[in-house]
T-cell receptor, first 114, second 116 residues
């Protein structure tokens, strides 16, 4: 089982649509959670951190369910510029590793169509 | 602030040669730098973690003699791919954690390596 699993998509949605991405992680001791965005052939950029209480940043809402080990990202009123791959990222506790290591999901590809 | 650069951005080399990739934190000191590799349509895979002044910690399955990492200063880490083969062709990305903020990571723009 992968440590961080995402639906790879692709999701093709019309402009203005609402789209939701899901992610599950395997290690219940994981400490921090993030959504990153990666454009084609570019480095990943932090979109938002995910907190247990849920958090919102403009059109983006992130939710964390620690009991189910599940993270979600909701994008409202999709724009053409939202087209990218969205990476679920977990700061996964590893006894033998660095506490600062990030584990990336394989990403969900989103294309917003005009 | 928190800018990370990589050089070169793109490199093509012949099989059997070695390639060095530099990762620099431009406006902060980085006690820890990470090296990732990303194959097409796959996610970033952590290769190694390097701390300034000490040996890098490699992930399982990553050959330390093939991927040499040197983190000689608080602003520079280098990855050398030795005796490169076509299967080493990939997108190599570094990230850096600022001194005092170990849970933040800032990514470089990546280096696309093609081995012919």
């Amino acid at each position: 089982r992968k440590e961080v699993e995402q639906d790879p998509g692709p999701f093709n949605v019309p402009e203005g649509a609402t789209v939701a991405f899901n992610c599950t992680y395997s290690n219940s001791a994981s400490q921090s959670f993030f959504w990153y965005r990666q454009d084609c052939r570019k480095e990943p950029k932090l979109l938002m951190s995910v907190y247990s209480s849920g958090n919102e940043d403009g059109r983006f809402t992130a939710q964390l369910n620690r009991a189910s080990q599940y993270i979600s990202l909701l994008i409202r009123d999709s724009k053409l510029s939202d087209s990218a791959t969205y990476l679920c990222v977990v700061n996964m506790y590893r006894p033998s590793g660095s506490a600062r290591q990030l584990t990336f999901g394989s990403g969900t590809q989103l294309t917003v169509l005009p | 602030g928190a800018v990370v650069s990589q050089h070169p951005s793109r490199v093509i080399c012949k099989s059997g040669t070695s390639v060095k990739i530099e990762c620099r934190s431009l406006d902060f000191q980085a006690t820890t730098m990470f090296w990732y590799r990303q194959f097409p349509k796959q996610s970033l895979m952590l290769m190694a973690t390097s701390n300034e002044g000490s040996k890098a910690t490699y992930e399982q399955g990553v050959e330390k003699d093939k991927f040499l990492i040197n983190h000689a200063s608080l602003t520079l880490s280098t990855l050398t791919v030795t005796s490169a083969h076509p299967e080493d062709s990939s997108f190599y990305i570094c990230s850096a954690s600022p001194k005092g903020s170990p849970y933040e990571q800032y990514f470089g723009p990546g280096t696309r390596l093609t081995v012919t």
